[in-house]
């Protein structure tokens, strides 16, 4: 064993010497020229060529090059339900048939009854709305409001975002807390525009003061005095005697629409479409994202929900929202529907009835979350 260990100390001592065998004992090529040697040197195998430099393997699997971050390849967690959502969340000031407060009574005109209805929508939101922006003190002894630049970025409601048409006319992301403000500004310009809620009394319509055969007072009123020959084609006003300056244009007395007979615009219902949509924009921010914080610890949600029950329903009775518009909280009307908190022959139940069979004949993907709003005049304008 001792002289097998000698012999490989003195193999490594001394290399061996088959290269300098191998270079003593060249030929020479046909031409005269030796035979290449290896450039590796005597004794040891030819070196190959450098590779060409490329990344590593470990650059280009790299977090840092690559498209996943770790939050996205970490197993994503399920989202808490909202609190809004929760069986027991359910309660309400109201008892009894929630329709009573919406239906118009038989005596009283439509369009007195639409525009009741949108001041006093906007009076019972305004008091929610003021919970949110309301200061309060933090642990810290900082003082903030509850719907802020910090929590609220952007106009949200679960998955919709609601932009703001600027001067310009582009969508411009705000945050909420600016947007509300911007919202309540706008509709309460609406309001106090007495173009479109007149305050005054309706002008009564003219009473006919003469007659085609002659007037009543006349003398021998029993023998009707004939009149000049009339054409067939002059108008009623004229027949009539009603000033001609007095009298309502051909089209527009053809056309009929709500609020007519009590003097307001023809684009009353559209204007209440917009300021119902804006102020559903707001409820369902509030729904999604203060429920908790700050109305459930003031013990509010049930005041809450009363109000945007009586809101839906007053809202469907003149048609002003639409099924897109309601998606952000169409799983708590649903919730809602099933509970029978809605009345079996409301809009809003039979229009879900409608969908859910139309869903089950054929399916369709629902597009778009994002929409655009509306602000006053020299700071947006009305997008439907």
């Given at each position: 064993m001792?002289?097998f260990?000698?012999?490989?100390r003195?193999?490594f001592?001394?290399?061996?010497?088959?290269?300098t065998?191998?270079?003593?004992?060249q030929q020479?090529?046909p031409n005269g020229?030796?035979?290449?040697?290896?450039?590796?040197?005597?004794g040891?195998?030819?070196r190959?060529p450098?590779?060409?430099n490329s990344?590593?393997?470990a650059?280009s699997?790299?977090?840092a090059?690559s498209?996943?971050?770790?939050?996205t390849?970490?197993p994503q967690q399920?989202?808490?339900?909202?609190?809004?959502?929760?069986?027991s969340m359910h309660q309400?000031v109201?008892?009894?048939n929630h329709?009573?407060?919406?239906v118009?009574?038989?005596?009283?005109?439509?369009?007195e009854w639409?525009?009741?209805?949108?001041?006093?929508?906007?009076?019972?939101?305004n008091?929610f709305?003021t919970?949110?922006?309301?200061?309060y003190?933090?642990?810290?002894?900082?003082?903030?409001t509850?719907?802020?630049?910090r929590?609220?970025?952007t106009?949200t409601?679960g998955?919709?975002t609601?932009?703001?048409l600027?001067?310009h006319?582009?969508?411009t992301r705000?945050?909420?807390?600016?947007?509300?403000?911007?919202v309540?500004?706008?509709?309460?310009?609406?309001?106090?525009?007495?173009?479109?809620?007149p305050?005054?009394?309706v002008?009564?319509?003219?009473?006919?003061?003469t007659?085609?055969?002659?007037?009543l007072?006349?003398?021998?009123?029993?023998?009707?005095?004939?009149?000049?020959?009339?054409?067939l084609?002059?108008?009623?006003?004229v027949?009539?005697?009603t000033p001609?300056?007095?009298?309502?244009p051909?089209?527009q007395?053809?056309r009929?629409?709500?609020?007519k007979?009590?003097?307001?615009p023809?684009?009353?219902?559209?204007v209440?479409?917009?300021?119902y949509?804006q102020?559903f924009?707001?409820?369902?921010?509030?729904?999604?994202?203060h429920?908790e914080?700050?109305?459930?610890?003031?013990?509010c949600?049930?005041y809450?929900n009363?109000a945007?029950?009586?809101?839906?329903l007053a809202?469907?009775?003149?048609e002003?929202l639409?099924?897109?518009?309601?998606?952000p909280v169409?799983?708590?009307?649903?919730?809602w529907?099933?509970?029978?908190?809605?009345p079996a022959?409301?809009?809003?139940?039979?229009?879900?009835?409608?969908?859910?069979?139309?869903?089950?004949?054929a399916?369709s993907?629902?597009?778009?979350?994002?929409?655009?709003?509306?602000g006053p005049?020299?700071?947006?304008?009305?997008q439907?």
């Amino acid at each position: 064993m001792a002289a097998f260990l000698n012999s490989v100390r003195q193999g490594f001592r001394n290399p061996s010497n088959r290269g300098t065998n191998n270079q003593q004992q060249q030929q020479q090529r046909p031409n005269g020229s030796p035979s290449p040697t290896p450039q590796g040197g005597p004794g040891y195998a030819p070196r190959m060529p450098p590779l060409a430099n490329s990344p590593s393997l470990a650059s280009s699997l790299s977090l840092a090059e690559s498209n996943h971050s770790p939050e996205t390849m970490a197993p994503q967690q399920p989202q808490p339900r909202p609190l809004f959502l929760r069986d027991s969340m359910h309660q309400f000031v109201v008892k009894g048939n929630h329709m009573t407060l919406a239906v118009c009574p038989i005596s009283v005109e439509k369009g007195e009854w639409l525009a009741h209805q949108v001041v006093e929508q906007f009076r019972l939101l305004n008091t929610f709305m003021t919970v949110i922006q309301s200061t309060y003190q933090k642990e810290d002894g900082s003082f903030d409001t509850h719907c802020n630049g910090r929590t609220c970025p952007t106009m949200t409601a679960g998955t919709h975002t609601y932009t703001w048409l600027d001067s310009h006319r582009q969508p411009t992301r705000l945050p909420a807390i600016q947007y509300i403000a911007l919202v309540q500004k706008w509709i309460s310009g609406k309001i106090l525009d007495p173009a479109i809620f007149p305050t005054g009394a309706v002008s009564p319509v003219p009473v006919a003061s003469t007659y085609a055969s002659g007037s009543l007072s006349s003398p021998h009123s029993t023998t009707p005095i004939p009149a000049g020959p009339t054409s067939l084609s002059t108008p009623l006003n004229v027949l009539s005697g009603t000033p001609q300056s007095n009298s309502v244009p051909q089209q527009q007395q053809e056309r009929d629409w709500i609020g007519k007979a009590s003097g307001f615009p023809e684009n009353f219902l559209a204007v209440c479409k917009n300021i119902y949509k804006q102020m559903f924009r707001v409820y369902a921010h509030v729904y999604w994202h203060h429920y908790e914080h700050p109305l459930y610890h003031l013990d509010c949600e049930r005041y809450l929900n009363s109000a945007f029950t009586h809101f839906i329903l007053a809202g469907t009775q003149f048609e002003l929202l639409s099924a897109k518009d309601l998606e952000p909280v169409q799983a708590l009307l649903d919730m809602w529907i099933a509970k029978k908190v809605f009345p079996a022959d409301s809009l809003i139940v039979l229009r879900s009835t409608a969908t859910n069979a139309n869903e089950n004949n054929a399916s369709s993907n629902a597009t778009g979350a994002s929409s655009n709003a509306a602000g006053p005049s020299g700071q947006g304008q009305p997008q439907t």
